[in-house]
Protein backbone atom coordinates (compact mmCIF):
# COMPACT_ATOMS: atom_id res chain seq x y z
CA UNK A 1 0.00 0.00 0.00
CA UNK A 2 2.87 2.34 0.52
CA UNK A 3 4.73 1.56 -1.95
CA UNK A 4 2.13 1.99 -4.62
CA UNK A 5 0.57 4.62 -3.62
CA UNK A 6 3.86 6.97 -3.08
CA UNK A 7 4.95 5.86 -6.60
CA UNK A 8 1.59 7.15 -7.82
CA UNK A 9 1.65 10.39 -6.05
CA UNK A 10 5.01 10.86 -7.46
CA UNK A 11 4.33 10.19 -11.24
CA UNK A 12 1.61 12.48 -10.72
CA UNK A 13 4.41 14.85 -9.31
CA UNK A 14 1.71 15.57 -6.58
CA UNK A 15 5.09 16.45 -4.46
CA UNK A 16 5.15 19.18 -1.74
CA UNK A 17 1.50 19.71 -1.24
CA UNK A 18 0.80 19.26 2.64
CA UNK A 19 -2.41 17.08 2.34
CA UNK A 20 -2.18 14.80 -0.48
CA UNK A 21 -5.89 13.00 -1.00
CA UNK A 22 -5.84 9.87 -3.20
CA UNK A 23 -10.19 8.91 -2.88
CA UNK A 24 -10.25 5.15 -3.79
CA UNK A 25 -13.67 4.33 -3.25
CA UNK A 26 -14.81 1.51 -1.23
CA UNK A 27 -17.51 0.13 0.38
CA UNK A 28 -19.97 2.84 2.26
CA UNK A 29 -17.31 5.74 2.46
CA UNK A 30 -13.90 6.45 0.99
CA UNK A 31 -10.38 5.55 1.48
CA UNK A 32 -7.34 7.74 0.93
CA UNK A 33 -3.49 8.45 2.22
CA UNK A 34 -2.25 10.97 3.58
CA UNK A 35 1.44 12.23 4.09
CA UNK A 36 2.48 13.77 7.19
CA UNK A 37 6.15 15.15 8.11
CA UNK A 38 7.60 13.64 11.39
CA UNK A 39 6.51 16.34 14.51
CA UNK A 40 3.88 17.65 12.48
CA UNK A 41 0.11 18.11 12.76
CA UNK A 42 -2.42 16.64 10.65
CA UNK A 43 -6.11 16.55 10.34
CA UNK A 44 -7.39 12.76 9.18
CA UNK A 45 -10.62 14.52 7.05
CA UNK A 46 -13.54 12.70 5.59
CA UNK A 47 -16.44 13.86 3.16
CA UNK A 48 -20.34 13.17 3.79
CA UNK A 49 -20.68 13.06 7.37
CA UNK A 50 -24.33 11.64 7.85
CA UNK A 51 -26.37 14.12 9.54
CA UNK A 52 -27.99 12.91 13.21
CA UNK A 53 -25.89 10.07 13.31
CA UNK A 54 -25.82 7.64 16.15
CA UNK A 55 -22.38 6.92 17.07
CA UNK A 56 -19.33 7.66 16.12
CA UNK A 57 -15.63 6.02 16.32
CA UNK A 58 -12.28 6.28 14.88
CA UNK A 59 -10.03 3.18 15.27
CA UNK A 60 -5.95 2.83 14.20
CA UNK A 61 -4.48 -0.28 13.07
CA UNK A 62 -7.56 -2.80 12.75
CA UNK A 63 -10.10 -2.31 15.86
CA UNK A 64 -8.36 0.20 18.61
CA UNK A 65 -10.09 2.81 19.63
CA UNK A 66 -8.83 6.06 19.85
CA UNK A 67 -12.07 8.66 20.85
CA UNK A 68 -15.95 7.49 20.63
CA UNK A 69 -18.98 9.36 20.15
CA UNK A 70 -22.27 7.66 21.17
CA UNK A 71 -25.61 8.93 22.51
CA UNK A 72 -23.87 12.38 23.68
CA UNK A 73 -20.83 10.89 25.03
CA UNK A 74 -17.49 11.70 24.00
CA UNK A 75 -14.68 9.24 25.16
CA UNK A 76 -11.00 9.45 24.25
CA UNK A 77 -9.34 5.97 25.12
CA UNK A 78 -6.39 5.70 27.05
CA UNK A 79 -4.13 5.31 23.64
CA UNK A 80 -0.62 6.58 22.72
CA UNK A 81 -3.28 9.32 21.09
CA UNK A 82 -4.60 10.63 24.52
CA UNK A 83 -3.88 14.21 24.71
CA UNK A 84 -2.82 14.32 21.32
CA UNK A 85 -6.29 13.97 19.38
CA UNK A 86 -8.88 16.34 18.77
CA UNK A 87 -12.40 14.68 17.48
CA UNK A 88 -14.46 17.51 15.78
CA UNK A 89 -18.58 16.40 15.83
CA UNK A 90 -18.89 19.02 12.96
CA UNK A 91 -17.12 17.32 10.54
CA UNK A 92 -16.05 14.03 11.72
CA UNK A 93 -12.07 15.12 11.19
CA UNK A 94 -9.23 13.38 13.91
CA UNK A 95 -6.88 15.83 14.50
CA UNK A 96 -3.36 15.04 15.48
CA UNK A 97 -0.64 16.44 17.20
CA UNK A 98 3.47 16.25 17.02
CA UNK A 99 2.42 12.94 14.64
CA UNK A 100 5.12 10.64 15.43
CA UNK A 101 6.86 7.70 13.25
CA UNK A 102 5.26 4.90 15.13
CA UNK A 103 1.74 6.42 14.10
CA UNK A 104 1.73 5.37 10.75
CA UNK A 105 -1.06 3.30 10.46
CA UNK A 106 -4.55 2.34 8.86
CA UNK A 107 -7.20 4.92 10.18
CA UNK A 108 -10.60 4.03 10.42
CA UNK A 109 -13.93 6.33 11.33
CA UNK A 110 -17.09 3.99 11.76
CA UNK A 111 -20.36 5.91 11.65
CA UNK A 112 -23.67 4.69 12.56
CA UNK A 113 -26.52 6.62 10.99
CA UNK A 114 -30.10 6.28 11.63
CA UNK A 115 -30.97 5.96 7.99
CA UNK A 116 -28.62 3.88 6.77
CA UNK A 117 -25.95 1.50 7.91
CA UNK A 118 -22.65 1.34 9.10
CA UNK A 119 -20.46 3.88 7.02
CA UNK A 120 -17.10 3.16 7.19
CA UNK A 121 -13.82 5.68 5.79
CA UNK A 122 -10.51 4.07 6.02
CA UNK A 123 -7.18 6.33 5.97
CA UNK A 124 -4.08 5.30 5.43
CA UNK A 125 -1.26 7.82 6.96
CA UNK A 126 1.93 7.87 6.29
CA UNK A 127 5.05 9.77 8.48
CA UNK A 128 7.59 11.20 6.67
CA UNK A 129 10.80 12.40 7.83
CA UNK A 130 12.02 15.34 6.35
CA UNK A 131 14.42 14.57 3.32
CA UNK A 132 18.32 15.67 4.18
CA UNK A 133 20.18 17.95 2.50
CA UNK A 134 21.84 15.99 -0.24
CA UNK A 135 25.85 16.67 -1.39
CA UNK A 136 26.34 16.85 -4.87
CA UNK A 137 30.24 15.09 -6.04
CA UNK A 138 31.84 16.07 -9.86
CA UNK A 139 32.44 12.27 -10.70
CA UNK A 140 33.98 13.52 -14.02
CA UNK A 141 34.86 16.41 -16.00
CA UNK A 142 36.13 15.59 -19.73
CA UNK A 143 37.03 18.45 -21.95
CA UNK A 144 37.84 17.08 -25.72
CA UNK A 145 37.06 18.12 -29.36
CA UNK A 146 35.47 21.67 -27.75
CA UNK A 147 32.62 19.30 -25.95
CA UNK A 148 32.80 18.71 -22.16
CA UNK A 149 31.81 15.12 -21.17
CA UNK A 150 30.33 15.25 -16.88
CA UNK A 151 28.92 13.98 -14.53
CA UNK A 152 27.77 14.82 -11.46
CA UNK A 153 25.80 12.57 -8.22
CA UNK A 154 23.65 13.52 -5.78
CA UNK A 155 24.19 11.63 -2.64
CA UNK A 156 21.50 11.40 0.21
CA UNK A 157 21.23 8.46 2.69
CA UNK A 158 17.58 8.12 2.31
CA UNK A 159 16.63 6.33 -0.56
CA UNK A 160 12.74 7.30 -0.94
CA UNK A 161 12.92 10.64 -2.67
CA UNK A 162 12.78 12.02 -6.24
CA UNK A 163 15.82 13.66 -8.17
CA UNK A 164 15.14 16.86 -9.85
CA UNK A 165 18.32 18.16 -11.49
CA UNK A 166 18.12 22.27 -12.56
CA UNK A 167 20.39 24.19 -15.09
CA UNK A 168 20.25 27.68 -15.63
CA UNK A 169 18.00 27.53 -17.82
CA UNK A 170 15.08 25.23 -15.90
CA UNK A 171 15.10 21.74 -14.86
CA UNK A 172 16.52 19.03 -17.45
CA UNK A 173 14.23 16.44 -19.31
CA UNK A 174 12.80 13.72 -17.09
CA UNK A 175 14.83 10.58 -18.92
CA UNK A 176 17.74 12.65 -16.97
CA UNK A 177 16.78 12.90 -13.47
CA UNK A 178 18.17 10.18 -11.60
CA UNK A 179 21.02 10.69 -8.71
CA UNK A 180 23.33 10.54 -11.45
CA UNK A 181 23.41 13.42 -14.45
CA UNK A 182 25.51 12.27 -16.79
CA UNK A 183 25.39 14.90 -19.69
CA UNK A 184 27.92 15.99 -22.68
CA UNK A 185 28.15 19.76 -23.33
CA UNK A 186 29.34 21.79 -26.06
CA UNK A 187 30.49 25.98 -24.94
CA UNK A 188 26.39 26.91 -26.61
CA UNK A 189 24.48 24.62 -24.28
CA UNK A 190 26.55 24.82 -20.88
CA UNK A 191 25.44 26.27 -17.45
CA UNK A 192 27.18 28.02 -14.79
CA UNK A 193 25.87 25.68 -12.18
CA UNK A 194 23.70 22.72 -11.63
CA UNK A 195 21.63 22.23 -8.71
CA UNK A 196 20.23 18.78 -7.38
CA UNK A 197 17.09 19.40 -5.42
CA UNK A 198 15.70 16.35 -4.09
CA UNK A 199 12.40 15.78 -2.78
CA UNK A 200 9.49 13.21 -0.83
CA UNK A 201 5.93 14.07 -0.54
CA UNK A 202 6.97 16.43 2.56
CA UNK A 203 9.97 18.70 2.04
CA UNK A 204 12.52 19.18 -0.03
CA UNK A 205 16.37 20.19 -0.11
CA UNK A 206 19.05 21.25 -2.90
CA UNK A 207 22.32 21.57 -3.65
CA UNK A 208 24.56 23.49 -6.41
CA UNK A 209 27.88 23.18 -8.08
CA UNK A 210 29.56 26.03 -10.01
CA UNK A 211 31.43 26.31 -13.11
CA UNK A 212 33.74 29.19 -13.36
CA UNK A 213 34.18 28.73 -17.07
CA UNK A 214 33.27 26.13 -19.95
CA UNK A 215 34.20 22.49 -18.14
CA UNK A 216 35.65 23.91 -15.45
CA UNK A 217 33.94 23.69 -11.69
CA UNK A 218 34.74 26.64 -9.54
CA UNK A 219 36.18 25.98 -6.26
CA UNK A 220 32.81 26.12 -4.05
CA UNK A 221 33.59 24.71 -1.22
CA UNK A 222 33.82 27.03 1.66
CA UNK A 223 35.94 25.05 3.83
CA UNK A 224 38.58 24.96 0.86
CA UNK A 225 38.65 28.62 0.82
CA UNK A 226 38.74 29.46 4.21
CA UNK A 227 40.63 26.77 5.24
CA UNK A 228 44.06 28.43 3.82
CA UNK A 229 43.27 31.90 5.37
CA UNK A 230 42.28 30.18 9.23
CA UNK A 231 45.59 28.95 9.11
CA UNK A 232 47.75 32.39 8.10
CA UNK A 233 45.45 34.44 10.55
CA UNK A 234 46.27 31.76 13.12
CA UNK A 235 50.02 32.31 12.42
CA UNK A 236 49.76 35.89 12.35
CA UNK A 237 48.39 35.84 15.65
CA UNK A 238 50.21 33.83 17.24
CA UNK A 239 53.05 35.90 15.72
CA UNK A 240 51.90 38.92 17.39
CA UNK A 241 51.66 37.33 20.82
CA UNK A 242 54.94 36.54 20.51
CA UNK A 243 56.70 39.57 19.97
C1 LIG B 1 0.49 21.71 16.08
O1 LIG B 1 -0.65 22.24 16.74
C2 LIG B 1 -0.38 22.82 18.01
C3 LIG B 1 -1.71 23.22 18.63
O2 LIG B 1 -2.55 23.84 17.72
C4 LIG B 1 0.55 24.01 17.83
O3 LIG B 1 0.86 24.57 19.09
C5 LIG B 1 1.82 23.53 17.15
O4 LIG B 1 2.66 24.64 16.89
C6 LIG B 1 1.51 22.82 15.86
N1 LIG B 1 2.74 22.25 15.34
C7 LIG B 1 3.12 22.41 14.06
C8 LIG B 1 4.41 21.76 13.66
O5 LIG B 1 2.46 23.06 13.26
C1 LIG C 1 38.36 14.71 -31.98
O1 LIG C 1 38.45 15.31 -33.24
C2 LIG C 1 39.41 14.73 -34.10
C3 LIG C 1 39.50 15.54 -35.40
O2 LIG C 1 38.32 16.26 -35.62
C4 LIG C 1 39.05 13.27 -34.37
O3 LIG C 1 40.03 12.66 -35.17
C5 LIG C 1 38.95 12.52 -33.05
O4 LIG C 1 38.49 11.20 -33.26
C6 LIG C 1 37.99 13.24 -32.14
N1 LIG C 1 38.00 12.58 -30.83
C7 LIG C 1 36.93 12.17 -30.21
C8 LIG C 1 37.14 11.49 -28.89
O5 LIG C 1 35.79 12.36 -30.63
C1 LIG D 1 24.32 20.13 -25.76
O1 LIG D 1 24.44 20.23 -27.16
C2 LIG D 1 25.04 19.10 -27.77
C3 LIG D 1 25.21 19.41 -29.26
O2 LIG D 1 24.04 19.93 -29.80
C4 LIG D 1 24.16 17.87 -27.55
O3 LIG D 1 24.78 16.72 -28.12
C5 LIG D 1 24.00 17.66 -26.07
O4 LIG D 1 23.11 16.58 -25.81
C6 LIG D 1 23.47 18.93 -25.39
N1 LIG D 1 23.51 18.70 -23.95
C7 LIG D 1 22.48 18.98 -23.15
C8 LIG D 1 22.66 18.66 -21.74
O5 LIG D 1 21.46 19.49 -23.57
C1 LIG E 1 17.08 25.39 -3.16
O1 LIG E 1 16.88 25.65 -1.77
C2 LIG E 1 16.70 27.03 -1.45
C3 LIG E 1 16.54 27.15 0.03
O2 LIG E 1 17.43 26.34 0.71
C4 LIG E 1 15.47 27.58 -2.17
O3 LIG E 1 15.38 28.95 -1.92
C5 LIG E 1 15.61 27.33 -3.65
O4 LIG E 1 14.42 27.74 -4.30
C6 LIG E 1 15.86 25.87 -3.95
N1 LIG E 1 16.10 25.70 -5.37
C7 LIG E 1 15.61 24.69 -6.06
C8 LIG E 1 15.92 24.65 -7.50
O5 LIG E 1 14.96 23.80 -5.52
New binding site residues.
Given amino acids: MYSRSLECCLALGLLQLPHLFLAIGIQGGSEYSEFVISGGNVSLQISDLPKNYKSLTWFYTTDQKIVEWESGELKYFDTKFKGRTRLDLQTGALHIQNVQKEDKSTYRLKVDADTSSEKNWVITLMVLDPVPKPVITIRKTEEMNN?CYLILSCVIQDQDVTYTWYEESGP?PKELQNSKLE????P??YSRFYTCQVSNPVSSQNDTVYFASFCHPALSSGIAWTAPWLVIMVATVLGLLWT
Fill in positions: SFITLVQN
